[in-house]
T-cell receptor
Framework: DVKVTQSSRYLVKRTGEKVFLECVQD?????MFWYRQDPGLGLRLIYF???????EKGDIPEGYSVSREKKERFSLILESASTNQTSMYLC?????????FGDGTRLSIL | GENVEQHPSTLSVQEGDSAVIKCTYS??????FPWYKQELGKGPQLIID?????GEKKDQRIAVTLNKTAKHFSLHITETQPEDSAVYFC????????????FGTGTRLLVSP
């Protein structure tokens, strides 16, 4: 089975901090994604990557950046965390149709 | 861009009843429509999908139907069981190869014993 591992289940940070969320997949998938999940808003795409060192903006990239230095790892960076970035963050990978999600990181910005 | 609307936001049924969740999409170019199930504390997991060249697809107790003319698709769960309780998301994409899915807002299904 594909395994997508997110480094933290829960994370608490302060406003203005630089925050790193890490994601690793073990199935050599080309594509990786970062979504944000908020009640009543569903899953919204922040950034995605279809190859090493390649990245594309999703629907809500403002305030975020990403890094993909190795095929198996995709990092989401909050450059200067703000309270409106408190949310559940989901990483996913895919090679064709099916997205495989990690179990999420619940991030609280105080 | 694509917009996906999903209804209802919550659905409560008795064990053994059927449950139906409906989604509409805006972009007629969309041709791939997956459904994901998210259990408490877990990430979403693909449970069934359908492509635009097919009108219906079944997998045991779950089925998905697609009406391309009306631009809507539905998830049907028969003989519901308590373990079907979860949040369900529909999604749509033009199948660009990057699977840039647009998700609905989710339906919380509660199956009571």
């Amino acid at each position: 089975d594909v395994k997508v591992t997110q480094s933290s289940r829960y994370l608490v940070k302060r406003t203005g901090e630089k925050v790193f969320l890490e994601c690793v997949q073990d199935m050599d998938h080309e594509n990786m994604f970062w979504y944000r999940q908020d009640p009543g808003l569903g899953l919204r795409l922040i950034y995605f990557s279809y190859d090493v060192k390649m990245k594309e903006k999703g629907d809500i990239p403002e305030g975020y950046s990403v890094s993909r230095e190795k095929k198996e790892r995709f990092s989401l960076i909050l450059e200067s965390a703000s309270t409106n970035q408190t949310s559940m963050y989901l990483c996913a990978s895919s090679i064709r149709d099916s997205l495989h999600f990690g179990d999420g990181t619940r991030l609280s910005i105080l | 861009g694509e917009n996906v609307e999903q209804h209802p936001s919550t659905l409560s049924v008795q064990e053994g009843d059927s449950a139906v969740i409906k989604c509409t999409y805006s972009d007629s170019a969309s041709n791939y429509f997956p459904w994901y199930k998210q259990e408490l504390g877990k990430g979403p997991q693909l449970i069934i999908d359908i492509r635009s060249n097919v009108g219906e697809k079944k997998d045991q107790r779950i089925a998905v139907t697609l009406n391309k003319t009306a631009k809507h698709f539905s998830l049907h769960i028969t003989e519901t069981q308590p373990e079907d309780s979860a949040v369900y998301f529909c999604a749509a994409t033009m199948n660009t190869g990057f699977q840039k899915l647009v998700f609905g807002t989710g339906t919380r299904l509660l199956v009571s014993p």
